[in-house]
């Protein structure tokens, strides 16, 4: 059941950012037809973050790295970023991908975005899910 990126050719530049504008960040050459991951562990399925994973090369923070702040629990390996100011969180590092970002569908410019592909991650059962599920091969280059 493993996971692979999508084979989809086009990419373009996507944008988005926080609820207040401090922060903005664009991701470079990506595809435009985007997997977006459901998590159900604890503090995804609090937060309903469903995000995309990126590679840190493709990542740029374009303004307001002094208004992240930054949340960890349990083993500290996820890095819960979040604006300062309106409290959401656009992107983070996750734990299945410290090599690159979770970036939170929903605060993505949607225009740039053609098709949408839904997958379900059992963070309730991380340990037994992470190697089946093909996603920490979705930060790789």
């Known amino acids: 059941m493993a996971e ?4 989809n050719t086009q990419t373009t530049t996507h944008r988005g950012g926080c609820h ?9 050459d990506f595809e435009t037809e985007v997997t977006v991951w459901k998590c159900n562990c604890s503090i995804c399925d609090m937060k309903q973050n469903h995000h995309i994973i990126v590679p840190k090369s493709k990542f740029v923070l374009e303004s307001g790295e002094d208004c992240l702040t930054t949340y960890t629990f349990n083993t500290h ?3 819960h970023t979040f604006c300062k100011i309106c409290g959401v969180q ?4 996750p734990r299945s991908n ?7 569908y929903y605060c993505l410019d949607q225009s740039t975005i053609t098709k949408t592909i839904w997958k379900g991650f059992d963070g309730q059962n991380w340990e037994d899910y992470i190697n089946k599920s093909g996603i920490q091969g979705l ?3």
């Open 4 to 7: 692979t990126k999508t084979t």
């Open 20 to 28: 207040c504008g401090a922060i903005k960040f664009r991701i470079e």
């Open 77 to 79: 390996a996820a890095k």
């Open 90 to 93: 656009s992107f983070y590092t």
């Open 98 to 104: 410290p090599d690159g970002f979770g970036v939170t």
């Open 139 to 141: 930060s790789k280059e």
